[in-house]
């Protein structure tokens, strides 16, 4: 059986993967499934979540489709809450231009740190806690020049080969209530915070050792996920959305601007590792009826049935949730890291991880496995194909532009 990944990433810690090797790896996995008539994960939407893994996940989407000369990779272009700190809305280039000091930059930088971070507790000194961690942050980078280049990436796949590149999707976008930024800037960093300078710091190993006390406002999450829905409207893309107590406002959002007429051409938007209440599905729903958009529920092993999250959230049990949902509103992910599924450990089993959602939701729905993956896989094609009517035009423009 083929099954599909609507949402995974590459790890955090993307500056050692090497790209030509998982892609040759990946490949050979593929091949040989295909070969044999095994099982196989034969599709990733694969995330990316800032400037430095959103160039790996186009590069090995380029690789990997033209070697299977069919599109295996999804390219998924977006930024996602937790990096969102990471991007600023001043252009910082008036700065660059006037002067190249390293003053100027790290005043540029931190005027923005000032800005947008947000104490988790009031009663802690603000200047202290982002002295700690000033030096790991760094100098944001201008969120339109960011989206243009992606644009301009996107437009370059568009031109080379529409076939090999007939979906993308914009994502992991969303908003996050619970995110604390990590003592070293951001999750991922390759430079490692030097915890000698916390006091008594007893390396217990709790997550809580690894975080700062800072927030990113809601407001600025907010901005960048309109801006970034603005972008996947320009660029006729299907989103998928990262949501943490944030099921409300998000849902608020994109009533708002499917009102003001702002997203003509996002067709559908997956929900991803689904964690809302029973009363916010029937809202989606009603949206998805009222709408012209697509709106898809997307379950993980992982956050949805490893995590429990039955009992450790007490307004979301997945057997209640999975029977509110229809089967034609459903898609299933791993929402985890593919270099780590393909390398040479191979800890976790990619297809294992998928099944075991499938399954569940074949036990709450009393489906047959081959009739439940028949279903979900023509979700998952209505999902992508939905913008696709609006493609041809969008090669139309780049064709018009001169791609450098
Ligand atoms: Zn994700």
Same mark, same amino acid.
């Given at each position: 059986m083929k099954?599909?990944?609507a949402h995974c990433h590459l790890s955090p810690n993307c500056f050692s993967i090497d790209i030509n090797v998982l892609c040759d790896v990946i490949f050979e996995d593929l091949k040989n499934s295909e070969v044999n008539n095994e099982d196989v994960v034969s599709e990733l939407g694969l995330m990316s979540t800032n400037q430095f893994d959103s160039k790996l996940v186009i590069e090995?989407?380029? $690789?990997l489709n033209k070697n299977m000369n069919r599109q295996v990779i999804i390219p998924s272009i977006g930024i996602h809450p937790w990096y969102c700190h990471l991007f600023s809305f001043d252009d910082d280039e008036e700065n660059r231009e006037s002067n190249i000091n390293?003053? &100027?930059? @790290?005043?540029y930088k931190l005027l923005h740190y000032k800005k947008i971070l947000k104490l988790s507790n009031t009663s802690l000194d603000f200047d202290d806690n982002l002295r700690m961690i000033q030096d790991y942050l760094p100098k944001p980078i201008y969120i339109e020049r960011y989206l243009n280049e992606l644009k301009r990436k996107v437009d370059a796949l568009l031109v080379e080969d529409l076939s090999l590149n007939k979906y993308m999707i914009c994502g992991e976008i969303g908003l996050d209530k619970l995110f604390r930024i990590p003592l070293n800037g951001f999750l991922g960093n390759p430079k490692e915070f030097d915890y000698k300078q916390i006091k008594n710091n007893d390396k217990d190993g709790s997550n809580n050792r690894l975080l700062s006390n800072f927030k990113v406002d809601m407001k600025h999450q907010i901005r960048i996920f309109n801006r970034q829905l603005e972008f996947a409207n320009e660029l006729k893309l299907p989103i998928s959305v990262h949501s943490v107590k944030s099921h409300g406002v998000i849902l608020e959002l994109i009533r708002s601007f499917y009102s003001?007429? $702002? +997203?003509k051409s996002i067709k559908s938007i997956c929900l991803h590792s689904y964690t809302g209440s029973k009363d916010q599905i029937k809202?989606?729903?009603?949206?998805? @009826?009222? /709408? $012209?958009? &697509? !709106?898809f529920f997307s379950f993980s092993n992982i956050i949805n049935i490893s995590n429990n999250m039955s009992i450790k959230n007490?307004?979301?049990l997945m057997e209640n949730v999975i029977q509110e949902i229809p089967i034609d509103n459903l898609l299933i992910e791993t929402?985890? +890291? !593919?270099d780590r599924y393909y390398d040479c450990n191979k800890d976790r089993d990619h297809y294992r991880d998928l099944l075991k959602v499938v399954d569940q939701i074949c036990k709450i729905k009393c489906l047959k496995r081959d009739l439940c993956i028949e279903h979900l896989s023509q979700n998952w094609n209505r999902y +992508?194909? /939905?913008? +696709?009517?609006? $493609?041809?035009?969008?090669l139309a423009q780049a064709r018009s532009f001169p791609i450098d």
């Open positions: 099954l599909y990944d090995l989407g380029d $690789k390293g003053d &100027d930059n @790290q005043n003001e007429n $702002k +997203l809202q989606w729903l009603s949206f998805d @009826q009222n /709408s $012209k958009i &697509d !709106v007490g307004n979301f929402d985890f +890291l !593919v +992508l194909e /939905s913008n +696709l009517a609006a $493609k041809g035009e969008l």
